[in-house]
């Protein structure tokens, strides 16, 4: 959800204030153009929706099976995948900023060519950097990501 709300708030930001942003970072998110290939989530029965989130791998285990903590989550977690699920997508120029797009190899939520979706979202350069690790690679490959964050934040500001 983070790269969908990320990609409309720098629209929002060229649109509204004239600001464009320096770098676009996208992980583990298709493009938006690319409608979702899974069926929804966000309402399904509660027991469903407690092992939809045991198969997506991003919450530990011990939060999932604490049912007075998840008594408290489910309902932020539905709110986040029924925005994530009812986004529509409308067309727009295309930025000015780079766009660099992270994914997972082993990933089964977003593809390389979802993923790759996000070069037509830029009249700027854009890069795919696959990292090792599922839909959650940012646990796995962590260091791997923030060292390719750095080198393109680096290049950034010294081309600022």
Same mark, same amino acid.
């Given at each position: 959800?983070?790269? /969908?709300?990320?990609? #409309?708030?720098?629209?929002? $930001?060229?649109?509204?204030?004239?600001?464009? &942003? +320096?770098? !676009?970072?996208? *992980?583990?998110?298709?493009?938006?153009?690319?409608?979702?290939?899974?069926?929804?989530?966000?309402? /399904?029965?509660?027991? #469903?929706?407690?092992?939809? $989130?045991?198969?997506?791998?991003?919450?530990? &285990? +011990?939060? !999932?099976?604490? *049912?007075?903590?998840?008594?408290?989550?489910?309902?932020?977690?539905?709110?986040?995948?029924?925005? /994530?699920?009812?986004?529509?997508?409308?067309?727009? $120029?295309?930025?000015?900023?780079?766009?660099? &797009?992270?994914?997972?190899?082993?990933?089964?939520?977003?593809?390389?060519?979802?993923?790759?979706?996000?070069?037509?979202?830029?009249?700027?350069?854009?890069?795919?950097?696959?990292?090792?690790?599922?839909?959650?690679?940012?646990?796995? &490959?962590?260091?791997?990501?923030?060292?390719?964050?750095?080198?393109?934040?680096?290049?950034?500001?010294?081309?600022?």
């Amino acid at each position: 959800m983070g790269g /969908l709300l990320s990609f #409309e708030l720098t629209h929002h $930001l060229r649109k509204e204030y004239a600001q464009q &942003a +320096s770098h !676009l970072f996208i *992980s583990a998110c298709r493009a938006p153009q690319i409608p979702s290939r899974k069926p929804p989530i966000h309402a /399904l029965p509660e027991t #469903e929706f407690i092992q939809e $989130l045991h198969r997506l791998n991003g919450t530990p &285990a +011990s939060v !999932l099976e604490n *049912s007075e903590l998840m008594q408290l989550l489910i309902p932020l977690l539905r709110a986040d995948f029924a925005v /994530l699920e009812t986004y529509t997508y409308t067309q727009q $120029l295309p930025l000015e900023c780079p766009i660099t &797009a992270f994914g997972g190899l082993k990933d089964q939520e977003v593809n390389i060519q979802e993923l790759e979706g996000w070069r037509s979202q830029t009249q700027n350069s854009f890069q795919l950097e696959m990292c090792s690790g599922d839909h959650f690679f940012i646990n796995s &490959a962590q260091s791997l990501l923030l060292e390719n964050l750095s080198k393109y934040l680096r290049n950034t500001v010294l081309h600022s």
